[in-house]
């Protein structure tokens, strides 16, 4: 073991322990293995001619293309504004007194949680055939006006009634969980201060819960925008998946359009992912925001390690004297 | 310092959580001003008593009056109706609450925790709210730390924000649940000072605590609770130093 001393600063400082480190030939192993991997998919990617990226190219900017885009942002955005509305409605419901509320909100998340979201796009586009015509009136009294249910719930209104529904009843869980992950003290405080049930829910409950709600959310909605593909199910015909099968189908190149489409969601998914980053450090205020930097450091040893400039983290090798259990010094495990 | 005026009174309280009759008929005054102190052991109903006071628990028999009100009830030809919750938040500003466990709300700082109930509930202006919040940090020693968020404060300084926040809505009455046990011993001092001050600007108070010292230093009534009655009660100094029951005797000589 060789050893080395602080800087000049402390004449009185121990002795550092400067060990050689515990090798990991397997790690390098396998990360050898991966390298080759990629640099054979690299390989392939570059010379096989099927790929026909001079194709991916051409119809990555086609115009068909990048309205589908848009379709299966709006059907996503839809669908998600409707769900969240839904869910929270729902979550809400399911923690009221009243145990209709308890019961109906129960029965809705099972219902659409337990059928596939496809049947329940292709029912939603089947409603004029259940429906044909659609009426306001008194109920079981007189009739006031009629429409043709075809012309209120078009394919787009179908499919966003079909994917909004299926993905509320899974939000309402998710939210359901946020809001019992506040503790109960939280909403006692704001009783005691004279606070009434809906601020109490808006400014104190909601806002905490929205820290355990986000990520999962983040992830329905990626979720949502590639279940978005399923619509031919009604059928609505605009989206992205529809719009370059029809392409692929025409121009007999299955390939190089399955590639423009993996390429769009993963550029849509990526700016999600962005903003889910952005929403999550919002909703972390209080928590994620607090660190030893800003404000008094709490735990006195992280105080004392703060104020020697140490890292709590990342601690640096233990400096001076050894721990010896039976004459056997103890390894620092790796960190 | 006990005043003329009566400001609480409970009578024959009893409280059932199911089969577990967890207040077995309490009465109790307390006059505007005093400041009453509950000690006994854990499970003897001192803090579900505090919580009936201001209706987070709904007592199973019995009344509760507050500044002469009926606390979660109006009585209507002779049959006692549920007042509705905007009703109850209501009766609930005039009674501030200090919890065991803080519960300061974690998203907001401490300003923010202050200037909450007076904006939200009382409608005042974020500027003045503003001011005021300033003032009561300033009170509790915390000025300083009016940007802070409560993972960044100490627990006794959770605590004494949290006093801030419900002075800010200006109460009558103050209860306190137990508020230094779940503080580490070096910060009880810190909070108790605070509520010392309280008691001397003659803040009515009614305080479930573990704290003797407090309690013969600043209380004006002791009350020793025990399996849900009260068994003991009276001037502090007399209860402490010559306790008349056997089970306040025996709780006193495992405390003090």
């Known amino acids: 073991m060789r050893s080395t001393t602080l800087p000049a600063a402390d004449k009185d400082a121990p002795e550092l322990i400067d060990a050689v480190p515990v090798r990991h030939p397997g790690r390098w192993a396998g990360a050898a293995v991966i390298v080759i991997f990629l640099a054979l998919l690299v390989q392939s990617l570059a010379t096989n001619p099927n790929f026909r990226w001079d194709v991916v190219w051409l119809y990555l900017r086609d115009t068909r293309v990048i309205q589908g885009v848009g379709w299966t942002l709006v059907l996503t955005a839809v669908s998600m504004v409707l769900a ?57 009294g007189p009739e006031l006006f009629a429409l043709n249910t075809q012309d209120v719930v078009s ?75 399923l619509v031919l199910a009604v059928p609505f015909t605009l989206d992205l998946t529809f719009q370059t099968n029809a392409l692929a189908n025409r121009t007999y190149l299955p390939i190089p359009l399955l590639i423009v489409a993996a390429f769009w969601y993963l550029v849509i998914t990526s700016i999600l992912m962005v903003g889910q980053h952005f929403i999550e450090k919002h909703y972390g205020k209080g928590v994620d925001n607090v660190s030893g930097a800003r404000g008094p450091v709490i735990n006195p040893a992280a105080a004392k390690a703060a104020a020697a400039g140490i890292d709590e983290h990342n601690p640096p090798k233990l400096s001076g004297g050894a721990t010896a259990v039976d004459g056997e010094y103890i390894e620092e495990s790796g960190r | 310092m006990t005043g003329t005026k009566e400001l609480v009174r409970i009578e024959g309280v009893h409280k059932y959580f199911g089969d577990q009759h967890v207040l077995r008929g309490i009465d109790m005054t307390i006059g505007q001003g005093e400041v009453s102190v509950v000690i006994g052991p854990s499970g003897s109903g001192k803090s579900t008593l505090l919580r009936c006071v201001n209706m987070l628990e709904s007592a199973s028999a019995g009344r509760i009056y507050v500044d002469g009100e009926l606390m979660g009830y109006v009585e209507k030809h002779g049959r006692l109706h549920m007042l509705p919750v905007k009703e109850i938040a209501r009766q609930r500003r005039n009674i501030g609450m200090v919890f065991q466990r803080f519960n300061l709300f974690g998203h907001k700082t401490a300003m923010e925790n202050v200037m909450e109930a007076p904006v939200q509930v009382k409608g005042q202006s974020k500027a003045i709210a503003r001011t005021r919040a300033l003032e009561l940090l300033d009170r509790v020693g915390l000025s300083e730390r009016a940007n802070h968020y409560p993972a960044q404060l100490s627990g006794g300084q959770q605590q004494r924000v949290a006093i801030a926040r419900a002075l800010a809505m200006d109460p009558e009455l103050m209860l306190f649940d137990e508020p230094t046990s779940a503080l580490d011993p070096e910060l009880v001092g810190d909070v108790l000072n605070v509520m010392k001050d309280l008691a001397r600007d003659g803040m009515t108070m009614m305080v479930v ?20 009655v009260v068994v003991e009660s009276g001037p502090p100094r007399e209860v402490i130093a010559n306790p008349q029951q056997e089970r306040t005797q025996a709780f006193l000589g495992k405390v003090l």
């Open chain 1, 84 to 140: 969240i509305v839904l869910a929270i409605l729902l979550a809400f419901m399911r923690q009221s007194d009243n145990p209709i509320f308890r019961w109906s909100s129960w029965t809705w998340v099972w219902f659409f949680r337990g059928t596939p979201v496809y049947t329940q796009l292709l029912f939603w586009g089947l409603l004029a055939v259940l429906y044909p015509k659609m009426s306001v009136g008194v109920p079981f």
């Open chain 1, 155 to 229: 394919a787009f209104w179908a499919a966003v009634l079909g994917l909004g529904l299926n993905e509320s009843a899974y939000l309402a869980e998710i939210f359901r969980a946020g809001l019992k992950s506040v503790d109960k003290g939280q909403t006692e405080a704001a009783e005691a201060l004279g606070m009434r049930s809906r601020k109490i829910m808006w400014r104190i409950v909601l806002p905490q819960a929205m820290r355990v709600i986000v990520p999962p959310t983040g992830n329905e909605t990626i979720g949502m925008l590639k279940t978005t593909s």
């Open chain 2, 209 to 228: 605590t573990h704290e003797i010292g407090f309690a013969r230093e600043v209380g004006d009534t002791l009350t020793f609770m025990d399996g849900g």
